[in-house]
């Protein structure tokens, strides 16, 4: 550190000598401003929020693919463009949030499905909807997804959430992939012809990776029954990220009385994850569009169930934290989206430059006072060395003359710096100095002279 300091010193030194101290400190000083500067222009340019985003949602037709067209119908009320990624589903999504090289923002995901992924750079804004699983099979009716065994499976396609819970369940009864119960995991071009020609025996479906028309096409047809989960009560015990829904007689189309009696159904939730880079505000407007979208009453969830913070997989954006507790920040509550952001960026920048330039500005009459006087030093450290030499002993006429002939010459520099009006003071100050000098030498001469 001493080195260091010494190497400096003499850095210092030789720039001094070359350019003026003063001069150098005015450099730096403006060098600092214009630091400054730039960093406020960086700040103001990079702080704004994005006005655009990429959603994956799902297959063609599905519900997630639906919602996220809804998100992008109200996104761009707001001047905010949102791609919609297709996928096969929650898995899908998934990978892909947690995949840095796929441009992707924010998805739907069905709980359950995490498995190996990591996720310390995913968090979650909300659960947004339930995710039923149904069951459509033709032939006796069944009460347990155990009596599925040996039989033909469609369970859903690799990287949906249906293939994982169906899966799951199967699993708890027993039923494992490489035995005699043949699972089936390409997706069908016509599942309800495949059930009606005896191609397989029963089909495993969810909102995330088939399409609504699908579904309802499996419902009404005659001939194909919707499995009853008599024991949802277990299976959300012991599968912990289950729901119990109900859908209620008669629910689906009350003239055919679709379906003939109450249904126990589970459902895991899903939830809007995104990356830990997303922008505060856009968290904002996103559970702003999920209130609009998920938050009314529907067949299986209550008027504001939805979007909710029951969640136990992802970590808690803290941005949806505080909006669940007290709303959007007041700029984007009161103000369109985009000029909340305008207002934001001038904040972001402005309070910390304020905080920087305002003691900068209050010290800058006394850096150049101090610069003034850096001009003005090196003259009265030349005169202390002359009144050193005049009166520290006994002079010759000689000595003495030598002594004024220096004075003069310091005083002839003196007069060629410039010196603005308000330091005049410090100019004159330093001339009676050396007239002090001078009137003192010629008294001497004068005493030495009549002696």
Same mark, same amino acid.
């Given at each position: 550190m001493i080195e260091l300091k010494a190497h400096f010193k003499k850095i210092w030194a030789k720039l001094a000598a070359i350019y003026g101290g003063s001069i150098i400190l005015f450099l730096a000083w403006m060098l600092g401003i214009f630091a400054i500067v730039s960093l406020a222009l960086f700040l103001f340019f990079n702080? &704004? =929020?994005?006005?655009?985003?990429? #959603?994956?949602? $799902?297959?063609? $037709?599905s519900i997630f693919q639906k919602n996220a067209l809804k998100y992008k119908a109200i996104l761009a009320r707001e001047? +905010?463009?949102?791609?919609?990624?297709?996928s096969n589903g929650s898995i899908d999504n998934l990978n892909k949030l947690a995949d840095k090289r796929v441009k992707v923002d924010i998805g739907f995901v069905q709980s359950g499905v995490v498995g190996n992924v990591k996720v310390d750079k995913l968090m979650s804004l909300g659960s947004v909807a339930y995710q039923p699983m149904m069951i459509f099979y033709r032939g006796e009716s069944k009460s347990l997804i155990a009596d599925f065994a040996g039989e033909r499976l469609n369970i859903g396609e690799p990287g949906s959430g249906t293939r994982s819970l169906a899966l799951n369940l199967l699993k708890e009864n027993g039923i494992l992939p490489g035995g005699r119960t043949q699972l089936i995991e390409k997706p069908s071009l016509n599942p309800v012809e495949d059930l009606l020609q005896n191609k397989i025996d029963a089909i495993f479906v969810m909102g995330d990776s088939v399409s609504l028309q699908l579904i309802k096409?499996?419902?009404?047809?005659? $001939?194909?029954? *919707?499995?009853?989960?008599?024991?949802?009560?277990?299976?959300? @015990? @012991? #599968?912990?990220?289950?729901?119990?829904?109900?859908?209620?007689?008669?629910? *689906?189309?009350?003239g055919k009385n679709i379906p003939v009696n109450d249904l126990n !159904? #589970? =459902?895991?939730?899903?939830?809007? #994850? &995104? @990356?830990?880079?997303?922008?505060?505000?856009?968290?904002d407007l996103l559970l702003d569009v999920a209130n609009e979208v998920h938050g009314s009453a529907s067949l299986f969830v209550k008027s504001g169930e939805f979007p909710n913070l029951n969640t136990q997989e992802y970590r808690i954006s803290p941005d949806a934290t505080r909006y669940y507790k007290s709303g959007k920040s007041f700029l984007y509550r009161d103000f369109p989206f985009?000029? &909340?952001?305008?207002?934001?960026?001038?904040?972001?920048?402005?309070?910390?430059?304020? !905080?920087?330039? *305002?003691?900068? +500005?209050k010290l800058a009459p006394s850096i150049y006072r101090w610069k003034i006087q850096l001009s003005i030093y090196p003259f009265y450290k030349a005169l202390l060395e002359l009144e050193k030499d005049a009166f520290g002993s006994t002079l010759d006429v000689n000595k003495r003359q030598e002594i004024m002939s220096h004075l003069d010459e310091l005083?002839?520099?003196?007069?060629?710096?410039?010196?603005? &009006? =308000?330091?005049?003071?410090?100019?004159?100050? !330093? @001339?009676?100095?050396?007239?002090?000098v001078r009137t003192r030498l010629l008294a001497e001469q004068i005493s030495d002279a009549t002696e």
């Amino acid at each position: 550190m001493i080195e260091l300091k010494a190497h400096f010193k003499k850095i210092w030194a030789k720039l001094a000598a070359i350019y003026g101290g003063s001069i150098i400190l005015f450099l730096a000083w403006m060098l600092g401003i214009f630091a400054i500067v730039s960093l406020a222009l960086f700040l103001f340019f990079n702080s &704004a =929020a994005p006005t655009t985003l990429t #959603i994956t949602s $799902g297959e063609e $037709g599905s519900i997630f693919q639906k919602n996220a067209l809804k998100y992008k119908a109200i996104l761009a009320r707001e001047g +905010v463009k949102l791609t919609i990624l297709p996928s096969n589903g929650s898995i899908d999504n998934l990978n892909k949030l947690a995949d840095k090289r796929v441009k992707v923002d924010i998805g739907f995901v069905q709980s359950g499905v995490v498995g190996n992924v990591k996720v310390d750079k995913l968090m979650s804004l909300g659960s947004v909807a339930y995710q039923p699983m149904m069951i459509f099979y033709r032939g006796e009716s069944k009460s347990l997804i155990a009596d599925f065994a040996g039989e033909r499976l469609n369970i859903g396609e690799p990287g949906s959430g249906t293939r994982s819970l169906a899966l799951n369940l199967l699993k708890e009864n027993g039923i494992l992939p490489g035995g005699r119960t043949q699972l089936i995991e390409k997706p069908s071009l016509n599942p309800v012809e495949d059930l009606l020609q005896n191609k397989i025996d029963a089909i495993f479906v969810m909102g995330d990776s088939v399409s609504l028309q699908l579904i309802k096409d499996l419902v009404k047809t005659p $001939g194909i029954n *919707i499995f009853n989960f008599n024991q949802a009560d277990g299976y959300t @015990r @012991r #599968i912990k990220y289950l729901h119990k829904l109900v859908l209620p007689e008669g629910s *689906i189309d009350l003239g055919k009385n679709i379906p003939v009696n109450d249904l126990n !159904l #589970i =459902a895991p939730s899903v939830e809007l #994850i &995104a @990356r830990d880079t997303l922008h505060p505000a856009l968290s904002d407007l996103l559970l702003d569009v999920a209130n609009e979208v998920h938050g009314s009453a529907s067949l299986f969830v209550k008027s504001g169930e939805f979007p909710n913070l029951n969640t136990q997989e992802y970590r808690i954006s803290p941005d949806a934290t505080r909006y669940y507790k007290s709303g959007k920040s007041f700029l984007y509550r009161d103000f369109p989206f985009w000029m &909340a952001s305008f207002i934001n960026r001038i904040l972001v920048v402005l309070v910390p430059l304020l !905080l920087i330039l *305002i003691p900068a +500005v209050k010290l800058a009459p006394s850096i150049y006072r101090w610069k003034i006087q850096l001009s003005i030093y090196p003259f009265y450290k030349a005169l202390l060395e002359l009144e050193k030499d005049a009166f520290g002993s006994t002079l010759d006429v000689n000595k003495r003359q030598e002594i004024m002939s220096h004075l003069d010459e310091l005083e002839a520099k003196l007069s060629k710096i410039k010196i603005p &009006a =308000a330091f005049a003071d410090m100019f004159y100050g !330093l @001339r009676g100095h050396i007239n002090f000098v001078r009137t003192r030498l010629l008294a001497e001469q004068i005493s030495d002279a009549t002696e």
